[in-house]
Each structure stands twice: as structure tokens, then as C-alpha cells.
């Protein structure tokens, strides 16, 4: 169950430090491409996150390469990725993701350049408000989901060009949820499920 959550503003904390870029790549395979859809008006590179966290904790640290954390800093991740006893009624026995706890609102960040695939602005049950992001990464097609959003706070539309770092939406407690959290998935080639903590662990190094 997640750890119940408190206002980011009540607890302020440093930005964490960015580290070196080298040794960290993206291969783009000319087999798979990812076409936005037809929208005008998007810039991409100007809504960088910002703010501080209410929980941090040493569960990983970020660096400004392309792919990054959902969070600047490492916060409390309360629930791990597979088999579980359900929390709640209508929560899965299998669980698809992590649950990540920096506190109600706080900012969530692309952890690397895509596209918006699919969006909810609202509370839909399950996902609650949520984010999908289609990638390509080292050759394959990624997709990563970040739910139970504050409702009213996704800052993306569906079709978006997204870059690393760019903030997508706030931390809350929507859809099938039993306190404030980001639940984050990683879909290899956009369906499949895998351990989202090993995967960046892999992926975000100096």
C-alpha cells in the first residue's frame, strides 16, 4: 500500500544534483518510427519540472541524460513491480509497474524524448488521470504510462512531442488508488509489462 503523502510545499527540498551525461545513448532503429499526430502548436523543451518533494529517500539517483527517473530526485517507492495481495477491490494480483511516493503534487517529468500516445485529464476509474508516452529506444518501441494523477493536472494533449525532462503532470491519488502515488509502467514494444526499476536502472547511469 502506498505511504500516505503530504503536501510537497510543507517539507521543501533541494533540487537533486545533475550528473554526467557520457555513456548514455538512444539507438534509433530504421525499422521503427513514431509519427505524431496531425496538431499544431507545441514546444517542446519549455515545461521542464520543477518544484520540490515532500518524500525523498536513496532508491535511485537521476542524471541529465536522455533518459532519466519520473522524478529529479529518488523518492520512497512503496509497492515493487509482479505478484501481489491485491490493496483494494478491483486492484490486480499482478502488479504492472512500481508505486513511486514524493508527496501529493508533485511534479512528474517524461523520462525521455517521445510522443504522447493516449491521455485522461480526468478521474476514469483504474489509471485514474494518466499519461502514456511511445518512445524508441535502443532500436524498440517503449511505452511509458504514469497514472492515478491529480485530476486537472496533465500537461500534455495526445499527439504531443514530448523532450526528457519535461513535466506531464502532478502526483496524486485517482482511478483505483489507496493514497497519493505515481504508479509507472514500462510496456516493451508497447504492451508487454517489465520491471520498470530494473529497466531504468540499466538506462540511467553517469
Known amino acids: 500500500m502506498p505511504a500516505l503523502a503530504i503536501s510537497p510545499a510543507s517539507r ?3 533540487a537533486a544534483a545533475s550528473g554526467p551525461t557520457d555513456g548514455q545513448s538512444i539507438a ?3 525499422e521503427i518510427s513514431i509519427s ?3 496538431q499544431e502548436g507545441y514546444n517542446t523543451g ?5 518544484g520540490d518533494y515532500a518524500q525523498v529517500a536513496g532508491t535511485f539517483v537521476n542524471y541529465s541524460g536522455p533518459i532519466q527517473w519520473p522524478f529529479r530526485t529518488g ?3 512503496s509497492t515493487d513491480f509482479g505478484p501481489r495481495i491485491p490493496p483494494c477491490w478491483g486492484c490486480s494480483s499482478f502488479h504492472k509497474g512500481i508505486d513511486m511516493n514524493p508527496g501529493n503534487g ?5 523520462i525521455s524524448d517521445g510522443i504522447v500516445r493516449e491521455i485522461s485529464r480526468v478521474d476514469n476509474g483504474g489509471l485514474g488521470a494518466y499519461v502514456m508516452i511511445d518512445h524508441v529506444i535502443d532500436g524498440r518501441r517503449i511505452t511509458s504510462v504514469y497514472a492515478h494523477m491529480q485530476e486537472g493536472s496533465v500537461n500534455v494533449d495526445q499527439g504531443q512531442l ?3 525532462g519535461d513535466m506531464i503532470g502532478l502526483v496524486g491519488n485517482t482511478g483505483q ?3 497519493p502515488h505515481l504508479h509507472f509502467e514500462i510496456l516493451l514494444d508497447g504492451t508487454t509489462p517489465t520491471d520498470p526499476y530494473a529497466w531504468l536502472s540499466e538506462r540511467v547511469t553517469p
Open 46 to 50: 519549455n515545461a521542464r519540472t520543477t
Open 75 to 77: 523518492v520512497p517507492i
Open 36 to 38: 505524431p499526430l496531425p
Open 106 to 110: 508533485s511534479p512528474i517529468q517524461a
Open 177 to 179: 488508488s489507496t493514497g
Open 162 to 164: 514530448v523532450e526528457v
Open 28 to 30: 534509433v532503429s530504421s
Open 12 to 14: 521543501p527540498w533541494p
